[in-house]
């Protein structure tokens, strides 16, 4: 079963050739749309008011990137945002959960940097 609208578009022959379009142009617009693009619907926050979210899933099912995007789309919301990432260490927490692959600002993406992660705590 297809459950990320990537997945869900390439199923049909028009959308299918739609993508391959868009593949072959500048996707950068829609790079940093996770939540639309990859995210399966059990990834993405629950809706309402919440204190905790648990996410309680086996390895490989993205908890990682789940709460990475989930934390990057509150700081781009508001930039005055007291977020504390926990790990095992500072250096774990930044390795895995800043820059990690699946981390807010991976080194991958093009133009984070190191700008925006400078204050991360030692």
Known sequence: MAETLFERLAQDEDQAALLRWLLNGDLSALNGDWATWNARAAQ??????????LMLAGRGFGKTRAGAEWVRAIAERDGAARIALVGASPAEARSVMVEGRAGCFPSRRAGTGRNGIRRCAS
């Open 44 to 53: 993405l926050p629950p809706p309402g008011h919440w204190r905790l979210w």
